[in-house]
């Protein structure tokens, strides 16, 4: 499951990364269509198949208690109980540059914005903190 899916445009940061677990206790959520400006189509996630979840916002104490809920067996999970929290750590210009080189000119303007959420979202959730492992990616 990506994130990215979850937020509700640019300015939602927070409010996608804290709707990981409703999706992960019902088991269904909504795209987010970046291009209408609005959620799209539902989409299920599949019982007893890994799951991996990815993007801004996804490793916080609540997402991590909703992963563990659902790989514990607990509604539609695995019931293999594993869960592997990683941070991949990049230094902010790179993940620009990544970023800008993956969505091009549509993401440009909204960086600032963007980066000063996922700064406030880190601040709050302390996700590193969480990670059983961490990656420096070049």
């Avoid at 979840?53 to 509604?75: P, Q, V």
């Amino acid at each position: 499951m990506r994130v990215e899916d979850l937020y509700p445009g640019w300015d939602g940061l927070a409010e996608g990364a804290a709707a990981v677990p409703e999706a992960l206790r019902t088991g269904r959520y909504r795209r987010y269509d970046w291009l209408a400006g609005r959620f799209a189509e539902e989409h299920a996630l599949e019982p007893g198949r890994p799951l991996v979840i990815e993007g801004c916002g996804a490793l916080s104490a609540d997402n991590l208690a909703a992963a563990r809920t659902w790989t514990a067996g607990s509604g539609t999970g695995t019931g293999t109980g594993a869960v592997l929290p990683v941070w991949i750590e990049l230094p902010a210009e790179e993940r620009r540059r990544r970023a800008l080189a993956r969505d091009g000119e549509t993401f440009r303007p909204h960086w600032e914005r963007w980066a000063k959420q996922e700064d406030a979202l880190a601040a709050r959730t302390r996700p590193i903190a969480l990670a059983r492992e961490i990656l420096h990616a070049d």
